[in-house]
């Protein structure tokens, strides 16, 4: 799989040097916070691509482990003041856990079987959250103000940080990412995408390998979790953990490209400003004209560009060498 | 503490009833086509707000509006198969979860366009009222629902079973390739199965306005639900549909009052899990 | 006996329903062997294979492998044992390359993926598919498609090779190539089963040859005694023809 | 800079688009020169090539982005954010009208007893005009807190309004908290909202905790007056931020008024079928139903209670029974439930101001005011009051002014006795609920009695006999 020619890695490194000096520049907060919205959702797009694009479990109840990862944390400061990072560690487990909990059951489903299961189990993991008094049921938990500093992962006085982190954790999935898909395990997973039965032949146990699949994409998934509690300071079932959202990956990955390391990052760099942008100019007059704007695009996307943008790049590169 | 218990379980039956309804136009989309649609809930909506709109603008009565809804609702679908979903049918199998999603939160936003999203109840039209059935009060309109959903099911099952058209369905649903070599049109057939899909639901849709409140986001629910009834019954068995509606609607009301009314939705979808845990194909697919 | 028994299997029985499928089959394998399995259509050979395998779990008998019972292990554990097979109808990795298919295959013994790209390449220029490595599983042609799977079943370094139908649909040209492959392949030490119809092949090239007819063993032995025996004629032209040939 | 004028005829707004060439070409030539400084002879060449690139991408960015850059000196900007969109959509835009209105009076001139009312703009100013600058939150907390942010940092918006849901509420007032901006909350009503210790937010309208309380003296007051004791209490709640907070107040007054609660039921928003939780209501027994719900489920309660005969002596309510999309989804079934509320038309009688306002915004809306509008409406005018008193648009002057707040109950078009806010808390401590029975299809005030328009039809009459 070397697709990482020279030229590639330069234009790389000249985007990561762009993506670095860009908040110096630009003083507006709301567009760092478009920004990091962006890197949020590239990252949950690449962790949900290390399950869907790659392994073929094409997961529609991603929000799930977003949400215990947020939870976990919150709750483990919240009751017993334990510092944020190691929460996200604890995060990233307890989601690894429920995945694997339901991931077993789920090892033969495939397509839209999995897709459907990954709805019921989310909206059962959404409706479970949503009545449980000790994690404050529908009130959702709000993260106390503590003194700013890298330690409690809590800065007000500016989203520099904030972005920073976020950064590094989209390049910590990226990583991740590249290196499963170039490994044993990123062979493996395409295998069983493409068929249980030829892996099997090739002695590939696929159940482990799945579950291995949803794991690591759980524990992504949960550490953007974690880092969403500490920005916003406040989660609920109703805002971490909605059907809608786990959609919203699917569509991230999708768009740019299911299978392909940046594909969920250029989907991520398309959708979310598209709708967050669309959203302050046309969404204040209440007729829904947005939205109306965001599920076109969504279905002309995936009539003409069914295998993403990146994808579509890669195709030109290929014809253009 | 008994006259409950019989309440509960009738009205079970009933929503239960309509689920089923819902369900059977999902899981024929479904069964011929292998693609989810996620904007059933959509088509539901459209077809409250159709009956809403004739019985306001020109005093249709919603029962007397149900032939017209499944016609309405019948070429729309046929129309949104042939310029949306058959370009999508080639394409890779993510393309196709997600176009009905595109589809679904355009058409909700539509109506929210054009009918503002206020919440809108049907004054009692001709079915209103509840029957007193010893002790147990059944209310006309949902029973009438029912009646409709029993119907559309029997019509449903001997038109696969029966009629040439409908074996035709089936065929396609079984192999596709096979139904080609007979002489099966089949993307005909997969424009007819999604024009009869959304018709079905769109009298879903004109029963439900009877009773339910309707506004553009009312779908959200009852899709979610119906995609679990339909992979519970099994994709493309219109009597695992029917059955699997039945009984999602009896764990919903029986959960909710025995257990507890906010976890009504999460025993529902657990039983789903269980099912397809221990039956993949779910209750009738093969 | 001086060379050890490869595959055994003891009175293998396995129904779908009412129909038996197998029914009580008793064969064994030696190390360096080429045995093939024939019968006419519905004989059960496919079924024997996957409850080898462990696709299917046989209702009734054992199979063991080296001696080790291996009759209700799991498909992916029977390969890593040292079983390889292909399908009846082809199975390859359509979104991968031929070079990535293999290397796939041979990940089962390797940990990195350097290494396995090697053996891959060594196993590629053995069955004659290096030039095409860099082609999609989709543009390969029927032929090359089945020695991209044999080439795939190779790189899990098996012990027993089992091969189903894989000269069904191939050009004399073509056919003289795969056996010739599957001579090579057995001087490298082998051991080959090899379910067939093309008569002719199975007479070239197997030592010896086991005949199934709905779901019974009714003969073994080498193949010119299986080509005059009268109940294998018969199972195969029915009773009228057999008749004729007397 | 281009000024791109909407023709939108019933916005009177303009929506400023400004090109972004002004933001982005220092940011690109910038980049340019540096990069070219020590080659001289082609700068010139980059200059022109910048130049070009600039203006192609801000013709294609003018789509996305809308920032206002220069406000006029008399225009006194407010952000409000509020769910246009979603689920909540409708009410949200109620509540939009209410402020719209409000807005309308303090800019212009009208024969009101409402403050600022008579004076063009905000006198003390120079006639400055309130601008409300909108924002959508799709009831989603974390639009609430990204859009306080933008409406601040590149609207630069004076203070702030909104939010209805309470959970929005919450998050945005925290950003409103951390960059010091006022924030006069009068629609949402969970109590947690002002025991936060915040020192900006400020709220005009009671709290869910004041509206239980309420409903429980409304029986001990019954009780004394007509003789109708009442012992089992159901209490029926929705799991959301709002609905949990409501539930824990009545449960916490209906010990403290020495009621036995005999069902604490928690349901489902958005239910697709109630019959179950009416169910368990039935069995239980209760004299009376206290019910907190959005309007979704309210009226499929009213429509199941009716069908499976649910029959208390009395249904009291909050929130979703009040919303302008009830009573025409319902109509009769509504009739004799009881729900808590800050405004009804009827006090009109009692006090003009109401009618006349009525008035106003049927003209301007073509419906009647309803009781979320009327909420949201006392925010603009407690701002602008506290504004022009502060005779600036500093955060701490206008929160000094604020706390400095005393508006007489008379120019209010609530049955209060004004507006005065608890120093601690920042909670109007006049803020009191009224109790309206909904009779014939029209809320009608019934307690505190002594400013009641009807009297109480108890106990609830049987769905039979109407």
Redesign the interface.
Known sequence: MRDFTIPKIIAGFAILLLLIVFPMVVSHSFHIHVMILVFMFAMLGVAWNIMGGYAGMFSFGQAAFFGIGAYTSSYLSIAYGVNPWIGLVAGGCAAALVAAAIGYPCSNLRGHYFAIASIAFAEIVRIVFNNWKMVGAAEGLSLPMQNESFANFLFNSSKLPYYYIMLAFLLVSLAVCYFIATSKMGYYFRAIRESHKIAEVLGVDVVWYRLMAIMISAFLSAMAGTFYAQYILYIDPGSVMLLAMSIQIVLISMLGGAGSIMGPVIGAAILVPASEYTRITLGFKGTGMDMLIYGLLITLISMYYPEGVWKLFSRIGRKLR | MPDQLLQQLADGLLIGLMYSLIAIGLTLIWGVMNIVNFAHGEFLMLGMFTSFWLFTLYGIDPIFSIPICFVLMFVMGMLIYRFIVSKVMKGPMLAQLVVTFGLSIFIANLAVYFWTPDFRLLPPTMLQGTWQIGGVALSIPKVAASLGSVIASVCMFFFLKRTKTGKAILATEMDREAALLMGINTERINSLSFGIGAALVGVAGAFLSTYYYIYPQVGGLFGTIAFCVVALGGFGSIEGAFIAGILVGLAQTLGGFYFDPSYKYAIVFMIYLITIWIRPQGLMGW | MNKSVCLKVAGLSKRFGGLAANNDINFSVEEGEIVSVIGPNGAGKSTLFNCVTGFYKPDGGNVFFYGKDITRMRPDRVCKLGIARTFQIVEVITEMTVLENVTTGALLRYSRTQPAMEKAGEILTFTGLYEKRDFLGTDLTIADKKRLEVSMALATQPRLLMLDEAMAGLTKVELREIIDLFRKIRNNGMTLIIVEHVMEAVMQISDRVVVLNSGKKIMEGTPKEVCSDREVIQAYLGEKYSALLK | MWYFLSDEAH?RRRIHFISLYGTVEP?ISKLGTEKNMSRRKNVMASKNCTRVLSVALSLLLI?????SAQSQQKVIKIGAVYP????I??T??DC?RGVDLAVDIINGKYDLDLPLAKSAGLPNLGGAKIEMV???T?G????G??EA??LI??ENVVAMLGAYQS?VT??AS?ITE?LRIPYVCSDSSSP?LTERGFKYFFRVSPHDDIFARDQFQFLKDLEKKTGQAVHNIAVLYE???F???AGKAYKKYAAEFGYKVVAD????A????????V??L??SKPDVLMHASY??DA??FT?TF????FQPKGIMTMAGYIE???L????ADGNYIIVRSTFALDLAKKKPLIGKVNALFKKKYGIDMSENAARSFMAPFVLAEAINRAKSTAPEAIVKALHETDIPGSQTIYPWKGIKFDPQTNQNIYARGTLVQILNQEYVTIWPFDSASKPVVWPFPAWKGR
């Open positions: 916005s940011f789509l996305f982005f809308s920032v246009l969109t979603g689920n959509a409708s949200g835009l939009k909108y924002a959508d799709k989603d907390p974390k639009n807190m990204s942010e933008r940092t590149s959970a919450k998050t925290q951390r947690t799991n959301t931020e609905g949990s907070n039921i928690t349901y489902t958005n239910a697709t079928d109630v019959t179950s939780e169910g368990k039935i069995v309007i979704t009226i499929l429509k009716k069908e499976m005969g302008p999309g009830y025409p989804s319902v109509k």
